[in-house]
């Protein structure tokens, strides 16, 4: 019964990550703030990784990485934000099995920590190693509206996500 209950529970974390997806991905359906719209699989491959094992966490944290890769990057740098999803996701579910307790604090902590980290690495690879002419400019001007944007995402799909992961555990008794 245990594995049909975990069955479930990923087949809905799989939909809920490409429901999500095709939301932040349609043109015009998120409006953008200062020319800024949020990456929102950043918050939910996080809080997922707060509920699930260290191996649950890595693949969430690979699906939405290979998403990423294809939606923000036009397929250019396939594997940039996978690996990185990967290491933060598996490194937030181990934080949250031996050190954290699963909350909102700890959903924003990672959250922010995931996003400054992947946003920050973007603008450094994009933008200051490629030789681009104001770098500074597009930190201040599309990677921190970005960063902000992002993050009040956060209560929203961690407080979906807890529900979600609670009510089918709790059911399963």
Same mark, same amino acid.
């Given at each position: 019964m245990t594995d049909r209950k975990k069955l479930l529970r990923y087949f809905a974390y799989t939909i809920e990550i490409?429901?999500?997806?095709?939301?932040?991905?349609?043109?015009?359906?998120?409006?953008?703030? %200062? *020319?800024?719209?949020?990456?929102? =699989? #950043?918050?939910?491959?996080? &809080?997922i990784a707060l509920f699930e094992s260290e191996t649950a966490a890595?693949? %969430? *944290?690979?699906?939405?990485?290979? =998403? #990423?890769?294809?939606?923000? &990057?036009?397929?250019?740098?396939?594997?940039?934000?996978?690996?990185?999803l990967c290491i933060l996701c598996y490194c937030a579910a181990l934080m949250a099995i031996h050190l954290l307790r699963a909350s909102l604090l700890s959903a924003l902590l990672l959250s922010t920590v995931a996003v400054a980290l992947i946003l920050l690495l973007q603008w450094l690879f994009y933008y200051v190693f490629s030789g681009?002419?104001?770098?500074?400019?597009?930190?201040?001007?599309?990677?921190?509206?970005?960063?902000?944007?992002?993050?009040?995402?956060?209560?929203?799909?961690y407080a979906f996500n807890r529900a979600f992961a609670l009510n089918i555990r709790e059911s399963a008794g």
């Open positions: 490409i429901v999500i997806y095709l939301l932040n991905e349609t043109p015009g359906l998120i409006p953008p703030v %200062f *020319g800024a719209r949020p990456v929102l =699989l #950043l918050p939910v491959a996080v &809080s890595i693949g %969430f *944290g690979l699906f939405c990485g290979i =998403l #990423l890769d294809f939606g923000m &990057s036009g397929g250019a740098s396939i594997g940039f934000h996978t690996l990185l681009y002419e104001y770098p500074g400019f597009a930190l201040v001007s599309h990677f921190l509206p970005r960063f902000v944007y992002t993050l009040l995402s956060v209560p929203l799909i």
